[in-house]
């Protein structure tokens, strides 16, 4: 079948590649733009380790065609922070040991920096059903929701503070 | 986990869209946000020459109320119903089933119309669309016509959609009452064990209408009229509550799978069916 000419923004960047319709945004974004943040967990649109944020949305990257996603505007985890420069996210999961394996935390920063988004100042019970699509299997989930609630005062200082 | 290649269409209108379907015959389905679709693909489930993904087709898109009259394009999110605040205030048990789908990720791209064509009886949408008597609408090509949510399905992944038609929108009357949702399922993002909607009327202390639906309960939706009429009457006193339980449970037929025996979910069912009508008639 014919390939087809995909523009993609991801992290800022404009890309264009030629792609196979059926290719999965999660493959597009690991093995032709190098981009290996995001991770390939369970492939079934459960675990949500393939989170990127699409359009300002959270979505599982294994269960969208590349086709789909053609023109569309796209952060991986590696557009949120960078060493030396983390996102307060990324500094708050590594302050509350929100993080073991390390395994589904790129999804669940990609998905938590979404989350605060729309919703800055969250309960602890709000944290939880806005995460529900993120599965860990190490850390038990408390210490992720210290993490994020921990984030979001930081975040809702550093903007007080500049208003 | 890659699916069979196909080609892809992105029509910008309904008319292309059915002009494609038309076209390609069996062999093309439509995409919405392929939270159904594609895993299945991927299983090499569903196989499929032509994808006509119906993200661009703006005429698909949208809530509108007009007083009581409700009307929601195809391709609304299950993100958007539970954001959209007029449509929280005409019937909040549509935001009340939403929440209980799936979980966020899958919530910003599923669709409403997606979850009513898709014809899975795990779809929580379909048996809240009966017990609203919301109606389909069905565009193809010789033009547009409307079938009851309560015909539309026939059994698993079986419903009165022809292939070459595409859901163009749903629509409803907003009366009121007290309403309510109720799942029981494995895990949060799980489809349901089982579970039930309730819309039920007040008119001063009895019951003056109620609606009964329920989801996973049988091969397709049930909506069960035996179950309202049971309440219809009443003031809704444990024996009232009883015996609509009864009936509701006289209407459906549970199929023993990974969640459970048949017994198991008759029991769970009798639980849910309960609660739903309890909180409805609370709320009413
Ligand atoms: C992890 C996970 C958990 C889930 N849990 C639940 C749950 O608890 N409850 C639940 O109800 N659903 C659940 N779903 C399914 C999810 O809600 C789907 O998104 C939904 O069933 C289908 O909507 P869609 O827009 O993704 O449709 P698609 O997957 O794009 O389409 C589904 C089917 O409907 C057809 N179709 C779509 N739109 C139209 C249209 N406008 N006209 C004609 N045919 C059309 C397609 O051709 C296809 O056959 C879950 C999905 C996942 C991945
Ligand atoms: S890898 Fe996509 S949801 Fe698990
Ligand atoms: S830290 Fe190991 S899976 Fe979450």
């Given amino acids: 079948m014919s390939k087809m000419h995909l523009k993609l923004t991801v992290n800022g960047e404009a890309h264009e590649l030629l792609a196979e319709p059926r290719e999965l945004l999660i493959h597009v974004i690991r093995e032709r733009l190098n981009l290996t943040g995001p991770h390939i967990g369970c492939e079934t649109s459960h675990c949500g380790a393939c989170t990127v944020d699409m359009n300002g949305r959270s979505v599982k990257s294994c269960t969208v065609f590349a086709a789909q996603a053609n023109g569309a505007e796209i952060t991986t985890i590696e557009g949120i922070g960078a060493p030396g ?79 | 986990m890659i699916p069979a290649a196909f080609e892809y269409h992105r029509p910008t209108d309904l008319a292309a869209a059915l002009a494609t379907l038309g076209e390609f015959g069996d062999e093309a389905r439509v995409v919405a946000g392929g939270h159904s679709l594609i895993p299945m693909m991927k299983l090499r489930m569903a196989e499929i020459g032509h994808v006509v993904d119906l993200q661009d087709i703006a ?16 391709m ?17 048990i549509l935001r009340e089933t939403a929440l209980q789908i799936a979980d966020p990720q899958v919530r910003y791209v599923g669709t409403i119309g997606g979850n009513v064509a898709n014809g899975d009886p795990g779809n929580d949408m379909p048996a809240l669309m009966q017990c609203l008597d919301a109606t389909f609408t069905l565009a193809g090509p010789n033009g ?16 009165l959609r022809e292939d070459d038609e595409i859901l163009t929108g749903i629509r409803f009357e907003a009366t009121g009452g007290g309403q309510a949702y109720e799942k029981q399922k494995r895990k949060i993002g799980d489809y349901a064990t089982a579970a039930a909607a309730a819309i039920l ?70 639980i849910i069916i309960r609660r739903a009508i309890e909180q409805a008639w609370a709320r009413a």
Avoid at chain 1, 85 to 103: K, S, W
Avoid at chain 2, 80 to 90: P, R, T
Wanted: glycine content about 10%; some cysteine; overall charge negative.
């Fill in chain 2, 59 to 74: 005429d698909l898109k949208g809530i509108r109320i007009d007083g009581t009259a409700v009307w929601i394009g195809a």
């Fill in chain 1, 85 to 163: 420069a983390l996102h307060p996210l990324q500094e708050a999961f590594r302050e509350h040991h929100g993080l073991q394996c390390g395994f589904c935390t790129p999804g669940m920063i990609t998905r938590a920096y979404r989350f605060l988004q729309e919703n800055p100042s969250p309960s602890e019970a709000e944290v939880r059903m806005g995460m529900a699509g993120n599965l860990c299997r190490c850390t038990g989930y408390q210490n992720i929701v210290k993490a994020i609630l921990s984030a979001a005062a930081e975040m809702n200082t550093v903007k007080e503070a500049a208003e």
């Fill in chain 2, 144 to 159: 547009s016509r409307e079938v009851a949510a309560r015909d539309f399905y026939e059994g698993a992944y079986v419903t």
């Fill in chain 2, 201 to 270: 009327k007040k008119d001063g202390t009895s019951c003056s209408a109620a609606s009964i639906a329920m989801t996973n309960l049988s091969d397709m939706p049930v909506w069960s009229k035996a179950a309202g009429d049971a309440l219809v009457g009443t003031a809704c006193a444990a024996a009232d509550i009883d015996a609509a339980v009864a009936a509701a449970l006289g209407d459906i037929s549970p199929n023993a799978d990974n969640r459970g025996p048949v017994e198991f979910k008759r029991h769970v069912a009798g």
């Fill in chain 2, 76 to 92: 609304t999110t299950q993100h958007e119903l539970i954001g959209h605040q007029g449509l929280a205030a005409a019937a909040p």
